[in-house]
């Protein structure tokens, strides 16, 4: 813990140095974009008034929900910010740690980037002050796994629930420990795709990411978001924000045959969890093309879980760490066989349901070629940009992906 840190959690107050010195200036923001009851309930929530704090709180994610989240104002996210951490130190001050990490995860989640700073510190003073309650009186019990070693695996069973043709035609591909020259001559530069397997041994993540009890003690009171149903093309598919605790309940009672999955899918959760990222390592390959790495991100979610056919712009590497994926992978010269979309927002999907193909609408589908495997525990797939991926969930699964550009992609951007 820094010096301010450690200052803060030895009493019962939260430290806001930031907050402190670019209220006024944000403040005058908010009020030149007519937020003036925001200001005022704000103002009183600085002098000690709870009910002014959650007041401006509820304000502030009035204005995050008033149209398409590219069109908020970043004002208004420091805003919320603001209100967040103006809530969190009451939540503090009294001893409710769990509702002061509720509201500062969502600070942390949903706000600007003008506080974050102050919201990690609190974070990290309120977490500390959360596990010393909880370690009074805790007996340690016997290691709960999501997936156990030597578990079965029925390619039989397993090809009921997969597309048409799957496992089939061509596998990717698979490397044992591939060095950074050979990824870069073999199949970064010809963007090819390939599984490279023996990489991950070295990740504390191999064995602590399978261990119920570790994740619930690192994050089991942090708030993530998470998405309920089939997929983000179905009508309806919603967003939750719940406690990491709820999520672990939630997928240890799903099973393949859930028709409202949760899913944790897409989420910076270790910018979020520092202690989640430390058991994880950037792996080398992504410093192939001399660019830089874009996105870090998050698929935690029970057997079933389904990413409808879709491509994505950047070099992705995903790694799997607990349990077995299915990943089904087509060239970007079919693009147009595949029937991307034509709305913007969703141009880079797919209207072909694999699980359920429409060959009156889609006919050109069943003859295309492509690429597909089992992703196991401990390998990563390579997916070069503009590939067209799906990916099912076999089992209870944690997987990360690495987005990252090469250098000309970098300095267009």
Not at 46 to 61: L, P, Q, V
Not at 174 to 199: A, M, Q, T, W, Y
Not at 253 to 274: C, E, G, K, M, R
Not at 294 to 300: D, K, P
Request: aromatic share 10%; hydrophobic share 35%; glycine share 6%.
């Amino acid at each position: 813990m820094s010096t301010a840190t450690t200052a803060a959690a030895a009493g019962n107050y939260l430290s806001t140095p930031t907050l402190d010195a670019e209220s006024s200036n944000l403040l005058q923001t908010i009020s030149s974009h007519g937020g003036y009851a925001y200001v005022r309930m704000s103002t009183l929530a600085a002098s000690g008034d709870f009910r002014a704090a959650e007041a401006a709180r509820e304000m502030a994610w009035e204005q995050l929900h008033s149209g398409p989240w590219h069109s908020v104002l970043p004002a208004w996210r420091d805003a919320y910010s603001m209100a967040c951490l103006h809530v969190a130190k009451f939540h503090y001050r009294n001893g409710e740690f769990k509702e002061s990490l509720r509201v500062l995860d969502l600070g942390l989640i949903m706000g600007g980037v003008l506080l974050k700073k102050d919201l990690e510190s609190a974070i990290e003073i309120v977490t500390a002050k959360s596990r010393e309650k909880e370690s009074e009186g805790f007996e340690k019990g016997p290691k709960c796994k999501f997936v156990e070693e030597g578990d079965e695996f029925d390619k039989e069973e397993v090809l009921r629930v997969l597309p048409e043709k799957s496992l089939s035609s061509k596998i990717v591909v698979k490397k044992s420990g591939l060095s950074l020259e050979g990824f870069l001559r073999e199949h970064f530069l010809s963007g090819s795709p390939v599984i490279i397997s023996d990489c991950m041994a070295h990740w504390p993540a191999r064995t602590k990411w399978n261990d119920m009890d570790y994740l619930k003690r690192v994050a089991g009171d942090r708030t993530v978001p998470v998405e309920v149903g089939k997929n983000y093309l179905c009508q309806e598919w919603k967003q939750e924000l719940i406690t990491f605790s709820e999520f672990l309940v939630k997928i240890q009672s799903n099973d393949s045959s859930s028709a409202v999955p949760t899913y944790l899918a897409q989420h910076q959760l270790f910018d979020q969890i520092n202690e989640l990222r430390k058991d994880i390592c950037i792996p080398d390959y992504c410093c192939a093309g001399g660019g830089e790495l874009r996105s870090l991100n998050a698929w935690f979610g029970p057997a079933g879980t389904v990413t409808p056919l879709h491509h994505d712009p950047h070099h992705n590497i995903l790694a799997q760490v607990v349990g077995k994926k299915y990943v089904r992978l087509y060239t970007s010269s079919v693009s147009e066989e595949l029937y991307p979309y034509t709305e913007t927002m969703l141009c880079n999907s797919s209207q072909v349901d694999l699980d359920n193909i429409d060959d009156g609408q889609f006919p050109k589908v069943h003859d295309l070629e492509f690429l597909d495997c089992i992703l196991e525990e401990g390998e990563m797939l390579y997916i070069p940009p503009n590939w067209w991926h799906y990916v099912r969930s076999l089992t209870i699964s944690f997987s990360v992906s690495f987005w990252w550009s090469n250098s000309e992609s970098s300095d267009a951007s």
